[in-house]
Structures are given as C-alpha cells and as structure tokens.
C-alpha cells in the first residue's frame, strides 16, 4: 500500500487547521452580533454618520444630521463600509456591525498564517486562539461594535507582519497600502506603531531605501484626501487637528487623566472587572489570564520575529501612554502582536522544560477562554434583560456604571421584545434614540427631549438632550418638556 507523502499530509493539515480558526473566529465574532442595542456615545455617533453616509450627495464629507461633522473628524473609511454593510443588509444593528465583526475574522487569520511562517502549525493556532480569548480584543468598541477600532487592529496587524516579511524581501508596496488604509481609518492612530518599525530597522541596521517610495505613496495617498476634503468644505484641516493631535496633550472628555501605567496593568494585571455575581467573576478570572506573563518568556534570546514584535508593541504601549486622552480600546492593536508573543512563549517554556504535555494544556486554557468570552456576550444580554425587568437600565455598559436612567419598560437595550418605554433624564448626546427614530418611518418614533440638566450619580450636571444644542433637530415628532426625555415607539 503506497503512502502519502509526508509534505502532502502536512499541507492538508495547514489548511485545516486554517479552516478551523477561521470557523472559529466566525463564530465568536458574529455570536449575537446583533442583539444588542446601539451603544451610547461612540457607536451611535458612527451609525448616525453611516446612516447618512448612505444618501450623502459627497462621499468624502462625514455628515451629522446634514451638516459636515467637525467633531467626529476622522477618516471615512470604517464609515463607507458601515454604509456598504447596511445597503447590503438593511439598516440594523447586525449589518452596522458586520465590518468590524469581519475584521476581527481577517486579523485572527493574520495572527494566524504570521505565527506559521515563523513558528509552526501548531502554535499558529494557539495564537489564534488566545488572540480570540483576550477579554479585552472581543469587547465593545473593538470586535463587538460598529466603531473604529476593529478595522484599525485589522490594518495595523496587516502593516506590522507585512513589513516584517518586506525586510527580507524588499516589497514594501503591500505595507504601505495597508498603512494608508489604517490612516483613513482612524487617522494618527495608523501611525503610533511607525517608530517600534524604525527601531528594528535601526537596531538590525535593515537597508529602507526601496521603503521610500512606498511610504511617500502612502503619504502622498492621505494628502490627497486631506486635500479633496478641504477643498469639499473648509475647516475640516482645523478639526482633523484639534481631534487627532491636542488629544496627546489636552483630555478628549472630563474625567479622563493621564496614568502612565494604566495600559501596563491593563495588559499584566486584567483582573479588573466586576460582573453581577460571584460565579461569573470566577470565570472572568480565569478568562483574564494574562498571557503578556508568557510573551515576556521570548525575550530570553529571543528571535528576530520575537525581537521585532516586542520594539513594535512596546513603542506603541509608550506612545499611548503618554497620551493624556486614555480608553482601555486604544491598547487594541497591541493584542494580535502580543497573542503571537504569548504562543511563542508558549513553545519555548516547552522546549526549556522538555514537558510536552504542557502544550496542549496551554491550547486548552486558550479555548477556555474562548468559551468564556462568548459566555460574557451571553451574560450581557442577560444583564441588560435583568435591568428591564426591574424597570430601570444603567450604562453597564461602562466601567463602572457612572450614569442611570429610568426605562419604563425596555426601550434603551432594543431587543425583540421592545415595544415602547418611556426614558428620564437622558444626557447631552443620546444618538442611540436618534439611530431609532431614523430607522423607523417619520412620525413612528415619538421624542421629547429635556431642555434642563439633570444632576449624575457623581454629582456632575449634564444637560439633558437628546442633541447637542446647535443641531437640534425640529419636526412635529419632537417635543420639548422640563427635565426628561422621552421616546415611544409604537
């Protein structure tokens, strides 16, 4: 009986394990994509941008409520795709998430086929693994929401382990185009990884003369941009500034304080969240193991893949670090590099100790983990249900829930269930209502917005408005009364 050949049976397996991540990721990153309700701030300022994306008459302006959107200044790129997403499947939460959910998939894929080419098979897909069991990766306003940073990850991913292969070959075209699609995604934030690039390349003495013309058509592809769209409409230059520089200096939102370790506990010290009940913060000990522990183990010799992925995670983490604006997300780009470290690692502790054993033990931690990051989407519908029913909702959504309101009975968290609610004290900007009204025929949603503060549990007041002053909307749908909000949905 003739035998199939060793390297025949190898590719097989290479692409079956690639297959499996895939399915994998998939699966986390789609579970109940859409079950929940557009999240305040953030992720409703991007749907309300992409919603009228889809009828805009000048792809390059960002439009909200139909005036050029000066506050969210960034790139249109994540908003195109959030448009394209919704025309293909309607306007829904599912469909406005899909790109995001998508990128999550190409950059565990990324993660993946990065650790084959430098390690093996078998720890590709402990990477990949531990990518998708990263608490902090498969949260909201990265993977699970329709905001920048998924993509960024993706094109940040894209440009770091494309570059690293463009040292040797000498094709630097693939990174630069994935560095320019990162800066018309999220602007600056495409760039913070470029100085952990040059540190490799300085300290490897690496020849990046052929680099120059690739970047100067990556650089020359966002003037272009910048220029088209400030000839569009005048003051977006201004914007772009005061959005994406001065945030380095100056806090985006009160409250916010420069700590310069708060992304270095974050990433070796997760154990930070509290959840509803004891049985699901034991679980949410275990999810967040913090697998940088083992990323530290490559630096013992480490490899030049190692060595290159530490001078790009650490500059990053520096960088934003020193910003004065700090949200746990902005550490996001870090995760895939540090999921590949922490593999690595993984092999090598095998290798130091010779207990082969311990390697399958590590694959079964990072399922776990997996496991239990769907777990905690499941958890968080099921808190959203247990605040409806008690006739109140809360921004549990935030860490800790700074602000309340009153829901009678469940219209804030729109599940299948909501029919109508009544919403108290709402704060400045509440496009998650707006989103609604916008997708519903005109006159379905009733609104009434507060035209006095309201005081927060902190003591804060915030003015109670459905809009910010000046682009408040008129119409016989919107009303005006002291002190609340309201909205009705038929």
């Known amino acids: 009986m003739q035998h199939e050949p060793i390297a025949i049976r190898r590719h097989r397996w290479d692409w ?27 992720e409703a300022r991007v749907a309300l941008n992409s919603l009228e994306m889809m009828r805009a008459a000048n792809p390059l302006i960002v439009t909200f409520n139909g005036q050029a959107d000066l506050w969210n200044s960034k790139p249109p790129l994540a908003i195109w795709l ?15 998430r899909v790109p995001s959910a998508l990128a999550a998939i190409a950059t ?47 094109f940040t991913t894209l440009t770091t382990f494309s570059l690293f292969a463009a040292f040797d070959s000498k094709r630097f075209y693939p990174p630069g185009a994935y560095a320019l699609l990162g800066l018309l995604t999220k602007g600056t934030a495409g760039l913070i990884m470029m100085p952990g690039y040059l540190l490799y390349a300085l300290t490897h003495r690496i020849d990046l003369r052929r680099a120059i013309w690739p970047s100067l058509a990556a650089l020359g592809g966002v003037l272009l941009y910048l ?25 985006a939102d009160q409250g916010n304080h420069r700590q310069l370790g708060f992304y270095v506990v974050q990433l070796f010290w997760p154990w930070q969240t509290q959840f509803f009940d004891r049985y699901w913060n034991a679980a949410y000990q275990i999810s967040a193991f913090p697998w940088s522990w083992l990323a530290l183990i490559t630096l013992l010799r480490p490899s030049r893949a190692a060595a290159y992925l530490w001078c790009c995670a650490a500059t990053y983490v520096l960088a934003v670090s020193i910003a004065v604006t700090q949200h746990p997300w902005y550490v996001a780009p870090v995760y895939p590099l540090l999921a590949v470290l922490a593999a690595l690692g993984v092999q090598k502790t095998v290798a130091i100790v010779r207990i082969e054993f311990l390697f399958p033990l590590f694959v079964g931690l990072a399922i776990l983990c997996v496991a239990l990051n ?41 599940t299948p269930a909501v029919r109508n609610g009544v ?9 998650a209502i707006e989103f609604y009204r916008r997708q519903r025929p005109p006159g379905a949603v009733q609104i009434t917005c507060a035209a ?39």
């Not at 079956?16 to 953030?42: C, E």
């Not at 519908?381 to 921004?395: I, K």
């Not at 804060?460 to 949905?489: F, K, L, W």
Request: aromatic share 10%; proline share 5%; with cysteine.
């Open 82 to 96: 959030n448009a394209l997403s919704m025309r293909l499947f309607g306007v829904n939460e599912f469909a406005l």
């Open 16 to 42: 079956a394990a690639l297959v499996a991540v895939g399915m994998i990721a998939a699966i986390v990153a789609l579970y109940r994509l859409g079950d929940a309700a557009i999240y305040w701030w953030d």
């Open 452 to 490: 006095q503060p309201f005081v927060r549990d902190s003591g804060r007041a915030m003015a109670t408005s459905c809009y910010p002053p000046n682009m408040r909307p008129t119409g016989p749908e919107i009303h005006q009364v002291p002190d609340s909000a309201a909205v009705t949905i038929p």
């Open 423 to 431: 919403i108290v004290g709402t704060e400045l900007y509440f496009g």
């Open 374 to 414: 769907l777990l905690k989407v499941d958890r968080e519908q099921q808190g959203v249900m247990l605040w409806r029913e008690r006739g109140q909702a809360s921004l549990i959504h935030e860490s800790p829930p700074s602000a309340r309101v009153q829901v009678w009975p469940d219209i804030v968290w729109r």
């Open 108 to 154: 565990t894929l990324a993660v993946f086929r990065f650790t084959q080419r430098v390690s093996d098979t078998k720890t590709a897909v402990l990477s990949a693994l531990i990518l998708l069991g990263i608490g902090g990766y498969v949260e909201v306003h990265v993977t699970r929401t329709a905001d920048y940073d998924s993509l960024l990850v993706l």
């Open 227 to 251: 220029g088209a769209r400030e000839l569009s409409e005048s003051g977006y230059l201004h914007a772009l500034f005061t959005e994406e520089v001065l945030r380095f200096t100056q806090p």
